[in-house]
């Protein structure tokens, strides 16, 4: 997996998260909300987020 400079990511508990930077390592991710009317930042969720599953952060 290569990083994608494009895309910043600080969670590191996402399997795409490159750990070793900043960054995603998918070409795109899927943005969405858990809101019907988002008005805030905390309300836009990546959907594109997998649980990391090799016990890293």
Known sequence: ME???N???TVDQC???MQSEPFCGLDC???G???S???DPRCVDCN????????IA
Do not use: A, M, Q, Y
């Not at 594109?48 to 016990?55: A, L, Q, T, Y």
């Open 48 to 55: 594109s987020f997998e649980k990391r599953s090799d016990g």
């Open 7 to 9: 895309i910043r990511c």
């Open 37 to 39: 009317d988002p008005s």
């Open 29 to 31: 991710i899927r943005v």
């Open 3 to 5: 990083k994608n400079e």
């Open 33 to 35: 909300t858990h809101e």
């Open 15 to 17: 399997r795409f998260n």
